[in-house]
């Protein structure tokens, strides 16, 4: 299988399957997020602890893996890594968790947070129009928005986001308690 290549399940046929044959739902979102909604039954593991310890998750998987962020562009990263270091039977669900509510899919609400992508938004817009507007006396500051422009291309033709990433590490993004990958292992295994 080419590792680029992502295998792609729909809500309706995750409700479908998840009635018969048991499988493992991993979130990898952030806390915060995965604490504002998640699917019932969903183990969080924050994509980058994914990404830093996928040769040692990748061997605790077993049997069939959902793989669910908010839209999924991180469910695929994480899908990558974990190829790479040999899980199988790995699938993504399609739309995130966005598609899964959209369909009327169970979720279970806690404390609402914004979604990470909301966040990038906010902040690249915040930083562009801020730059634009301080160009007006500091002319330099159109630099800004040139780089703010160049970082954006740069996330969506690598499929990553330093900006993201970025702020995944804020306080607000970590939730009651941050996932250790001790946490994510014996989730896992149970």
């Known amino acids: ?4 290549t992502t295998d792609l399940i729909t809500p309706a046929e995750l409700a479908a399957r998840s ?3 048991a499988r493992t739902l991993v979130d990898v979102r952030t806390p915060a997020e995965y604490e504002t909604a998640h699917i019932p039954g969903s183990i969080n593991i924050p994509l980058p602890l994914v990404q830093a310890h ?3 998750l990748a061997g605790d998987l077993d049997g069939p893996v959902v ?12 899908h990558t890594a ?4 040999g899980a199988q039977q790995l699938t993504v669900l399609d739309g995130g968790i966005g598609a899964h509510t959209t369909a009327g899919q169970p979720v279970r609400r806690g404390r609402p947070r914004w979604a990470l992508e909301r966040q990038v938004r906010l902040v690249a817009g915040s930083l562009v129009a801020g ?4 160009s007006l006396r500091f002319p330099t500051a159109r630099f800004l928005a040139g780089g703010i422009g160049a970082g954006l291309a740069t996330a969506a033709l690598t499929d990553t986001c330093a900006m993201g990433a970025a702020l995944a590490k804020l306080p607000y993004n970590r939730g009651g ?3 250790t990958l001790d946490d994510a292992r014996e989730a896992l295994r149970s």
């Open 1 to 4: 299988m080419n590792p680029r």
């Open 54 to 56: 996928a040769d040692q």
């Open 82 to 85: 974990l190829t790479a270091a």
């Open 67 to 78: 793989l669910v962020c908010q839209a999924g562009g991180r469910a695929r990263t994480a």
């Open 177 to 179: 308690r941050p996932v």
């Open 19 to 21: 009635a018969g044959a």
């Open 131 to 134: 730059s634009i507007l301080a």
